[in-house]
């Protein structure tokens, strides 16, 4: 087995323990307050920090290339309070007509 | 009664509805940006079935494409998908299921079917619309989530070089257009700032997927600070009345 699908299937296997847990983990545990506070801030912290690297890095190195204008555009487009898939290919057209045009 | 009860399923049903068709909108990029991101379709799929949870999805297709290390786009999977256990604590009093429904419930918690359960456990009613509106946006998501996923997946494959297309630049846009509805106040912008500037500093001294990992630190932190100044808040209004 790859180590893709070793990824895909112990990730799946994490998520479910997770979404189980919520109905079976004694409530005093998960109520409290600084477990709450924390796993409000996860998801931030985290999709935070991948936007981060996957407009800035290539492996261990940190660039700026027409990714970073892709963003920009996915943030003008968030603003303007456009549907996900909106903002997706916004950055996509954003970056591909940059690169089309010779500037990144 | 009983007439209004029609109406208001309807209702319930139509919302349940629309949600799965918005959610599938993001489920197509999702099936293309993994596939491009070098899974095959039929892993792309197991996802989707198996996983669906999307931000933990885009997460483990993201960390690997980036050359990350299987244990870290694991381990930055699972730990966005915890909030989902939240969910389960909030919507068990109203599903009030057992055995293997409970199981079948467990994997249809997510962000929708408990923002839609939520919105109608106003009215008291044994949870009746509740009930409803959970297991329909669920069950509706589900289905467009994987169709759309499928959808995209395929679609990618005949696309190619995914850089001539800008879909490299359509990653991050896809995890700031999921972070986006979260950045709601001083606190939120904060945390997000701190983590991005902290994975970026890490980034030339770890391995990718390392870096993202270890801001779930901050996010900790953020969690006690904000405790702290409740607690602290609660005391200084206590002083201030006696």
Redesign the interface.
């Known amino acids: 087995m790859s ?10 296997v ?3 323990i ?8 004694p ?1 005093d545990i ?2 409290k ?25 290539v ?4 660039v700026i290339d ?2 970073f ?3 920009l ?3 003008v487009a ?1 603003l303007l309070r456009a ?3 909106v ?11 940059l ?1 089309h045009f010779g500037f990144a | 009664m009983i007439h209004e009860w029609h109406i208001r399923r309807r209702t319930i049903l139509l919302n349940a509805l629309s949600v799965g068709l ?1 959610t599938g ?2 489920g ?2 999702f099936g293309a940006i993994s596939v491009l991101g ?2 095959t379709v039929l ?1 792309t799929q ?2 989707s079935v ?4 999307g ?2 999805q ?3 297709v ?3 494409a ?2 990350g290390g ?1 244990a870290s ?2 381990a ?17 009093p109203m599903l009030n299921v057992s055995g293997p429904t ?2 079948v ?3 249809l ?1 997510i962000d929708e079917s408990t923002a839609m359960g939520v919105a109608q456990s106003e009215e008291p009613d044994n949870f009746h619309g509740s009930k409803l509106a959970f297991w329909a946006t669920g069950l509706s998501v589900f289905v467009f989530w994987n169709l759309a996923t499928f959808a995209g997946a395929m679609g990618a494959q005949a696309l190619g070089d995914p ?18 509805p ?2 709601h106040d001083r606190r ?1 912008w904060s ?10 500093i890490l ?6 997927g390392v ?3 270890l ?2 630190i ?3 932190v ?3 600070l ?2 702290r100044r ?1 607690t602290e808040q609660i005391e200084s209004s206590a002083v201030g009345k006696s």
Do not use: E
Not at chain 1, 87 to 97: I, R
Not at chain 2, 80 to 87: C, D, E, H, I, K
């Open positions: 180590t893709v699908w070793i990824a895909v299937i112990a990730a799946c994490g998520c479910y997770a979404k189980l847990a919520g109905a079976s983990v409530h998960l109520d307050p600084v477990v709450k506070a924390t796993s409000d801030a996860i998801p931030i912290a985290l999709l935070s920090a991948l936007v981060a690297v996957q407009t800035f890095a492996g261990q190195t940190l027409a990714r204008a892709g963003l555009a996915a943030v968030l549907p996900f898939i903002v997706v290919l916004v950055a996509a057209a954003t970056a591909a007509a690169r | 918005a909108a993001y197509i990029s070098g899974l892993q197991t996802l198996l996983m669906f949870t931000g933990s885009f997460a483990l993201g960390v690997l980036a050359g299987a786009a694991v930055t999977s699972v730990l966005l998908g915890l909030r989902n256990a939240f969910y389960g604590v909030t919507m068990a409970r199981l419930a467990a994997q918690t850089k001539v297309w800008g879909l490299d630049a359509a990653i991050p846009a896809g995890f700031i257009a999921l972070v986006w979260r950045l939120s945390i997000a700032l701190c983590a991005g500037a902290v994975a970026l980034t030339p001294f770890l391995r990718p870096p993202v990992l801001t779930s901050v996010a900790v953020a969690g006690v904000a405790v409740r």
